[in-house]
């Protein structure tokens, strides 16, 4: 079956320090993964997209990897900040089903303690 | 500009009754979407709206759920004879023509007692 897994629930480091979160998914073929950011108490906040044909894309402090062989993205929040906790979400969109259809990872809540 | 808004905020309904819920997409919008994210379940794709095509209707769970969206704007999302397990927080997104990103809405918190 399909399946997209955020492998840590909660994630917790010191404030200037690199937070690194992982996506996998298995039996998918997506045409492109998007990351996340939700808040408690409000809806998610797109942050990044990244296409199967880009191995990497930045924004800011963020950089996001895809990985189409090891069926993985991992997301990079650099010089981090206790602003920057959150639950970061990602989600995929399989290749040739309608492009509005996200399938949402379970999240990664990430702690930056000051 | 405004982003995309739901009503209400909150619903607390009784077991059995009707709710309905209602999104407006930011102004422009073609694509709205109804998401449903439970305690334990992750964010659940409901229904796709695109321009004047045929929805995709894939992801609701039982024919209690129904979505319409009038005037390529407004949708509203109904639910009949709710039960318990449809407690969670409904949100509602919209994106331009062609776009990938979403940009979602606060959500409307349901709760069947």
């Known amino acids: 079956s399909q399946k997209i897994e955020q492998n840590s629930e909660a994630l917790n480091i010191q404030e200037g320090k690199t937070a690194t979160l992982t996506c996998n998914y298995t039996n998918y073929s997506p045409a492109y993964l998007q990351w996340y950011r939700q808040d408690p108490g409000r809806g998610p906040v797109f942050l990044l997209l990244i296409r199967e044909n880009e191995k990497e894309k930045r924004k800011e402090r963020l950089k996001v990897t895809f990985d189409t062989t090891l069926k993985q993205s991992l997301f990079h929040i650099t010089a981090s900040q206790p602003a920057d906790s959150a639950t970061y979400l990602c989600?995929?969109?399989?290749?040739?089903?309608?492009?509005?259809?996200?399938?949402f990872g379970q999240g990664t809540i990430l702690t930056v303690h000051p | 500009g405004a982003g995309v808004s739901q009503s209400p905020s909150n619903k607390v309904t009784e077991k059995g009754k009707d709710v309905e819920l209602r999104c407006d997409p930011i102004?422009?919008?073609?694509?709205l979407y109804w998401y449903r994210q439970s305690l334990g379940q992750g964010l659940e794709f409901l229904i796709y709206?695109?321009?004047?095509?045929?929805?995709?209707k894939s992801g609701l769970p039982s024919d209690r759920f129904s979505a319409e969206r009038t005037g390529g704007s407004v949708s509203t999302l109904t639910i009949q004879r709710t039960q318990q397990e449809d407690s969670a927080v409904y949100l509602c997104a919209s994106s331009s023509q062609g776009a990938y990103e979403q940009y979602f809405g606060p959500g409307t918190r349901l709760t069947v007692t």
């Open positions: 102004s422009g919008h073609t694509a």
């Open positions: 709206f695109q321009g004047n095509s045929a929805p995709d």
């Open positions: 989600a995929l969109v399989a290749g040739g089903t309608s492009y509005g259809k996200l399938t």
